[in-house]
């Protein structure tokens, strides 16, 4: 197990104090309403900062960037730079190793035609889990099925999650033969809230073994650091840590970045045109193209400045916390049963996500009935591919804008409902 000490070292209870006083009015959006909002692994709330950025774009001096040389033109293109530097920064990366993406999805999708179409060859294969966010298995699937268009059998591997929600390493390291292209992974798994960082096989394999971290929920939860996890590639999802939707980030390695092809060629992108075709030029811009979502770019630096301020190990902190709290509060509740994730694990630890089941009540069913009570909780399947188990549960997650008082009535209100069906 990592980043999870015995029970007994790291203290029974932890504490029990928001992260900051005051700290919930940056949020508007939790002040004007009694609801309880425990689905951030969704999205998250929104700080002020970031409401402001949006709305400044769009109210003042707004232009194109990386077009006009008139100032107001021009001081948004170093405004996106300066975001791209900070975004770097953020996760242990250099600049030019930063790609402003619409998305997670878009990310993900971004690896698998920029780099998986030109570098995978008949018989390669790549290392995924089933079970993981859809936006991490399509893709894959997706590519596989465009080059078997082109005579190419490129094979997915699938490999197993363990109780604790973890991917499994040694099924991973049975499963790694010499065509092993690419091992992808979900940092944080956005079900069950377990993090897998892969830190036991590094040195044990092939260094040319590219690995792929969908960060979409551990990115503004806890501190990731790319450099650390020695990812060649890495998502982000801006609103999932208090960005605006449509924006992300794919973190692309450098040594990485010979073996891509453009993604998007069109205006504003790094190719040339000569007598055989496209020429890729140079990273980052070699994988965007056309405008970029200036404000949700403009937003995710706003973002950037929140999470700084509050500081990335004392969001992380709150999170475990209220995940312990919530874990030992739902342990009391007759008929739950937890997904695989840390309420499985042997030791305290947790990141802000936990799923359950409730017997005698469907998922979809609980989700309607907890938000009748006011608590906003996500049920269903979650975007886990069609047919995996643990396909339907309640998810709640938290931030750092959540209270343990609100946590204590959370679990106060599932024990009610587990009488009242049991
Ligand atoms: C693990 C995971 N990957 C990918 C995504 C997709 O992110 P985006 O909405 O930015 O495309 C999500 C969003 O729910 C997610 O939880």
């Not at 993406?101 to 030109?118: C, E, S, Y």
């Not at 073994?209 to 806890?222: N, R, W, Y």
């Not at 449509?246 to 970045?257: D, P």
């Amino acid at each position: 197990m990592r980043s999870c000490a015995p029970a007994s070292t790291a203290g029974s209870s932890p504490a029990r104090e928001p992260a900051s006083p005051g700290l919930r009015a940056q949020f508007p959006a939790l002040a004007e309403t009694d609801a309880v909002y425990l689905d951030s692994a969704s999205t998250t709330q929104k700080p002020l900062p970031v409401i402001h950025a949006v709305r400044g774009y769009h109210e003042s001096r707004t232009a194109n960037a990386g077009r006009g040389s008139y100032p107001w033109a021009s001081r948004l293109t170093a405004e996106i730079e300066d975001v791209r530097a900070r975004m770097a920064r953020f996760v242990g990366a250099e600049s030019d190793e930063i790609v402003f993406t619409g998305g997670a999805t878009a990310g993900l999708n971004a690896v698998t035609l920029a780099w998986g179409l030109t570098n995978l060859g008949d018989g390669d294969e790549i290392l995924y889990s089933p079970r993981d966010h859809a936006s991490n298995v399509y893709p894959w699937l997706h590519l596989r099925q465009l080059l078997s268009g082109f005579g190419r059998t490129v094979r997915l591997v699938p490999y197993r999650v363990n109780a604790m929600g973890e991917a499994d390493i040694d099924d991973i390291a049975a499963k790694i033969t010499p065509r092993t292209r690419l091992i992808t992974v979900g940092h944080l798994h956005h079900v069950f809230g377990a993090l897998t960082t892969l830190e036991e096989l590094r040195g044990h394999i092939d260094p040319r073994i590219a690995l792929c971290f969908d960060c979409s929920q551990s990115g503004g939860h806890l501190p990731v650091d790319v450099a650390e996890l020695h990812a060649d590639f890495a998502v982000f999802a801006a609103h999932k840590m208090f960005g605006a939707p449509g924006t992300g980030v794919l973190y692309c390695r450098r040594q990485r970045h010979g073996e891509l092809s453009p993604f998007l060629p069109g205006g504003n992108s790094a190719v040339t045109v000569d007598d055989s075709g496209l020429r890729a030029g140079a990273m980052p811009r070699l994988l965007e193209g056309g405008t970029h979502n200036i404000a949700g770019i403009l937003a995710l630096g706003a973002a950037l400045r929140v999470l700084n301020e509050f500081g990335m190990d004392a969001v992380a902190a709150h999170n475990r916390a209220l995940t312990i709290a919530l874990i030992a509060g739902l342990r009391r509740v007759r008929g739950l049963e937890f997904t695989p994730g840390p309420a499985y694990a042997p030791c305290e630890t947790g990141y802000g996500i936990v799923s359950f089941t409730l017997a005698g009540i469907s998922a979809t069913d609980l989700g309607f009935v907890l938000s009748e009570f006011g608590f906003l909780v996500r049920a269903g399947a979650h975007c886990v591919p069609d047919g995996e188990p643990d396909a339907d549960s309640v998810r709640v997650s938290t931030h750092i804008y959540n209270t343990f008082d609100e946590i204590d009535r959370f679990t106060e209100c599932v024990a009610t409902i587990a009488e009242e069906v049991g």
